[in-house]
């Protein structure tokens, strides 16, 4: 079975995006981020710039294997705002992602039939307008070797064209690197299999 080593997410914030139902206008809004603190940085920013707003609800997901997720319906009835927005993360298959979708009231109750459109819809309109990006999961290692077996080691990097992200040759040399996930367990193998070299997943 094949590792599925690659994900869809964003790598700048979308263009604001309006949804308007009677009265009520709904914007929505994306975000590329990493960790729950960028998450909350991104939805107190946007707090300050629509402070008139009722509503800041929202629905983030990071991670690609084991991704978590959270959604907040932000004083709207429950499940009318904060699972819709997740639903389009699911439905356009993104991670690594926060979606806000600010609500300004326009004085006519939607019913919650009326709020899980709109927030859905302004949800969609955002990651339309989002240039959406596929990445790859890579998996780093950290090589560890006397510097006599220096070309051992650069050989195979270079007949596996991996990446190299940091390097200490000195005596005790170290090479860190970071290899696309599918490929991970056989270029660990190749390494392990050389005498005199430590290879160890960071």
């Excluded at 993360?89 to 039939?113: A, C, H, M, P, W």
Aim: aromatic share 10%; glycine share 6%.
């Amino acid at each position: 079975m094949e590792i599925k080593d690659t994900y869809k997410t964003i790598n700048i914030s979308g263009k604001e995006a309006l949804f308007k139902d009677r009265n009520s206008k709904f914007f929505g809004y994306t975000f590329p981020i990493t960790t729950e603190e960028e998450a909350k940085l991104a939805i107190a920013d946007l707090k300050k710039r629509h402070h008139a707003a009722r509503h800041w609800c929202y629905a983030w997901r990071i991670g690609t294997e084991n991704s978590k997720y959270r959604i907040n319906d932000d004083g709207e009835p429950s499940n009318s705002a904060g699972q819709p927005i997740y639903r389009q993360i699911q439905s356009f298959e993104v991670t690594n992602i926060l979606i806000v979708v600010v609500r300004y009231f326009g004085g006519v109750k939607l019913g919650v039939g009326g709020l899980i459109n709109a927030y859905k819809t302004a949800a969609q309109l955002a990651l339309e307008a989002s240039e959406i990006v596929e990445k790859t999961s890579t998996i780093d290692f950290v090589i560890i070797f006397e510097y006599k077996d220096m070309n051992k080691v650069m050989r195979i990097i270079k007949e596996h064209t991996i990446d190299i992200t940091k390097q200490n040759l000195e005596l005790n040399c170290k090479i860190h690197i970071s290899v696309r996930k599918k490929f991970a367990s056989k270029i660990k193998d190749i390494f392990s299999t050389l005498y005199g070299i430590e290879v160890r997943k960071i």
